[in-house]
């Protein structure tokens, strides 16, 4: 599969950026630091296995618009294009947005997952660095390097941590680790809970020991129980004794108010002073509900109603309501007999200004038809659009007749037109890029005069002698540039020789002066007296003097210690002989450095001779070595640029005799030469430009008064037709007028009016006429008004006398009287009405106050009957007698509830106290209870000392209870065990995912093992410029592992140089890679700065490497090296190399 | 107490190759899982079982000869390496 397009429309720095990777060759993404590289790799795989749900890429876009796109071509050659979105639902769509199935894209992908292809299909730095540290590390382990090669590391990663944390939980011998730990602390558990047994004995008495301290304390607590009860009993009675006194004065009291009398009962008491005040207010309400009956009969007797007049109430009142009415119709029959003589004046006055004889009995003269009236306005409005027409046309005329006037004026003085095809015909032929040639020649030669001039400068050469000097070949250079290489080379080499030498001679005089300095061996003399001393010591031993054993002793260990002595001496003696051999050795090597210094020094010289002579031919100073190269640049530069500057100079020199003979042409044409003076040949690039523009302004002018010319001849002739045009307009506007004045003068014959008025006079006429019109039927009108008020008038006075009849009232003569009557028939109805409504509300009145009477004067009965019969109850004849018996009640029941309350504050046992104890004195009372409480803490304090000794028993007993000890013990091996199960989990967990992984490693490395190895080492040759000759495998180990070839030299992983590790790593990771493709599963394999410790020609190979797989891999390479860009531009084929380069992202 | 167990695993998604490192250690996993005798044996015979005290036999304790207390290990062991080897897509 390959990404033929890669569109980073919205995601991470990126908006609308698109990479074209579809050409074959290596891909260069190029960028600084912060420009995106990283963000553009992992785009890659976002884009094909999905965008992360929290994506870290949002911080341009918000994460709902992250977005990407492709163009991608299946390993078939299908394209496929399609839009990735941050979405849960359809994340895939077409470029349509239509939903994209990701089984499409995982056809594509051959059924690689994400994990495989960041790890596989992508390398960085860091990784490969890992996987040449991971080679070394496992001394090689091809199994784990090609397990390593083949998961991008992870599962090299995933054996190391598994390891890692099994070691955390177990080790066999082991003592720290989790496991380990929680068995140890198991074991101590299990101890404990054996020790935590009962000593049978020792138990039973302690025992018994508790049993009698228990019984003690038993014995004191009944005493002390005993004790206490006294002591309430008499704490009782001594508190009691008031309370005894109280309740017998209360209850004598109470005998000597029974014997004073009757005692009302409590419901007598309680209803007797209730029953007083309903009887009050019973009384009180009968009192006033008879006052009020009175004062309603009072008032009926007083109210007098017509019910003559209530009869015809509402003849009454329509009268008053039609009276303004009438009033009208008396006023209008009044007024309408002068209005209608008024409007017959009016129109007649009117129709005698049209028509002087005229009479209003004439109708045909002023009844003119509406469609007359219409068309004489027509007329009118036609006539003064007609004269407002034939003005403005008129004046039309005589103001065109004028602009043709003008016209012909201002052609007449208009200049005469010149031939102007000649100078056009010489300004043409100057061609257009002559001048641009000049000025690029005459800019050639000044570049290349002051480029010559600067070089001669640098090179500090006499420019008389460039012509002539001459200077050694580069081959030449580079030759004697090679043996100055190899002179200081060996130089260095010699330096560092000298260096180390004479460091490690150093070391050695420093440790021989050391062996010289130490101690001096023993001398014979020193040996001869410690033998004679301990001889001396023998004889006296022998002779039986025992007391001298000891010196003897001490003589022997002295021997011993000059013996060991001499031994370290004879050690250092061949140590010392040793280093002066190495030393000797050592100064001869020196000695021979310095001869071939001298040699060195010699060759340098000759060196410097050669170099000399090869420069003789050179003007300027010798360059320094180094320099040359440079030098023999700036002389190569010097001489093309000479030759540059001649053929500048003669092009130059050629197109200025051109524009000589276009600068004498122009000047022959244009007829005011003095106004632009030759210049001469040297000057034509600034005179040819200056006569061109001359010229040009000629033939400007020229056609400007063409231009004008035409412009007057067109006007002269549109103003001659606009003349005619206007004189056309203004006699048809004069026959229309003609037209017009016939159907005038028709029209007034039609509306009878005089032939000789005009519209105006015409219209009001017919305005007149038409205000006769309207007189007359307003006149008409008021007749009709002034018989319909005469028939109101009669009706009311009809209805008017007949009410007055039925009320006996007379009908007045004159009309204001009659309506006086009306408004006082009207107002005595009212007055009887409110009387009638009164007298109705005073009959109910009565009726309920004699109900309420009746009602109140029963009630008062029953609450007299009611009190009687309470003085029954009580057994009193009189009212007094009772209220002194209910008196008594209340002081008899107060004096009730002291008692009952002073008995309940006594104790329940008060009396059997009282009459328990003979001494009922207080005093007596209470110096027995001080007793008996002196007694009382005497047993509580026993008691006490005895609990505490009963304490101390149990505590003894305890230690020989061991439940408590066994049960923490057993606690303690249950959470110890259950913490070991979970850690044990955990353990045999690993230890099967450690299996798994080292199961897959085996069955990779057996299937693949010789394939990947043989590739491998193909490649690793070509990665390290033949330097290794390839890979080989030791068998022998338990595991297999792999070896490198340097000439007849293997080395294990562990042996090689960083940069050549990470080139192992990367020969393993592309064999591996290969893999995929043969089975048709290649995806496009990323790379990200992966050169990092690789030199030049190193990094050359590895593009080469990539460069051969490229066709089987799209291969991607992003790097922030412009160095590896270059590089690669220069040593690989053009088309196969594609930049790409990133620009620097800012953050907003 | 009630032991309580968590399961959890990755939804499907593109992850789910045929070809890779996880395809093969699915493939391993599932061979291993079928296989209840060796994975008896690769718990007996590692010197840790010796040591367990019987505390940890019980009824929910290790148990090699209950194939669905081994299937369990051995489903835990391949959820355990997935995440180990996707952890570095999800830091």
Known sequence: MRIDRLDLIAFGPFSEMTLDLSAPGIHLVAGPNEAGKSTALRAIDQLLYGIDERSRYDFVHAKAALRLSALVRGSEGALVEFIRVKARKTPLRRTDGQPLDQSVLNTILGGIDRATFTSVFALGSAELRQGGEALARGGGDFKQALAAARSGGRLSDALRKIDERLGVLYKRRGQNPRINTLLSELKQARSQLRVATLRPQEYLEGEQGVKDAGNAVTTLTLGLEQARSEQSRVERLVRALPGLNRRGVLMTDLAVLEAEGAIAPVEVVERLPELREDLRLADSKLGDTRRRLDAVGHELSKLAVDDDLLAVEDAIDALYQERKAAAAAADRLASFSGAVTDLRDRAFSLLAQVHMNATLDDTDLYTVPASLRTRTQELHDQRTAIDVDLARDRKAVAQRRRNLEEAEKRLSELAALEDTKPLHAALNAVPQDLLTHMAAADEDARRLDDLVKRATLELRIPASQVGVMAVPTRAQVDEHMETRNDLKRDGHELVKQRKALTARLDDKRLNLNTLLNGDPPPTEAELAAARSVRYELWLAIRDGQQDQAGDFELALDRADQIADRMRRDASRIAERYRLELEIAHDEKALAALNEERAVQDDRADRWDAEWD????????????????????????????????????????????????????????????????????????LSELPELCEFAGQRLTEQDELARTRNTYESRLLAARDELIAAEAEVAEHERTLTSWETAWYELLIQAKLPTDRDTIGALTDLERLGQVVSFVADAAKSERDSEEAAATLDRFHTRLATTASACGRAMPGDEAERHQLVGDLYKKVKENRSAADRRATLVADQVKLRTETRDLEDAVKGLRAELAGLCEKTKVDSLETLSEAVRRSETYRDLKASLAEVTAALPPDADTLLAEFSETDEHQLTARLRTLTDHVDDLDAQRTRQVQQLGEKKTEFARFDGSAAATQAAASAETTAAALLEESEEYLRLQIARNIVLSCMEEYRQTQQDPVLARASLLFGQLTLGGYGGLELDQDRDSPVVLTRRGAELLSADQLSEGTRDQLYLALRLASLERYAEQDRALPFIVDDIFMTFDDQRTVAALGVLNDMADRFQTIVFTHHDHLVELAQTELPPDRVHVHRLPRFTPA | MEKVRIETRLPDTPDEGTIGVLADLRRTAAALRSDTHALRQMIIRDPLYAQLPPEVHHRDGIRPDDPDWLQRLGDDAIDLLESMLTEERTR
């Open chain 1, 613 to 684: 002579s090869l420069w003789e031919g050179y003007p300027g100073p010798v360059p320094k070595p180094g320099a040359a190269p440079s030098t023999l640049d700036s002389v190569e530069k010097l001489r093309g640029g000479l030759k540059d500057l001649g053929d500048a100079r003669a092009r130059l020199s050629s197109l200025r005799e051109h524009a000589t003979l276009h600068i004498a042409r122009l000047h022959e044409l244009l007829r005011a030469p003095g106004e632009v003076a030759s210049l001469g040949a040297e000057h034509a």
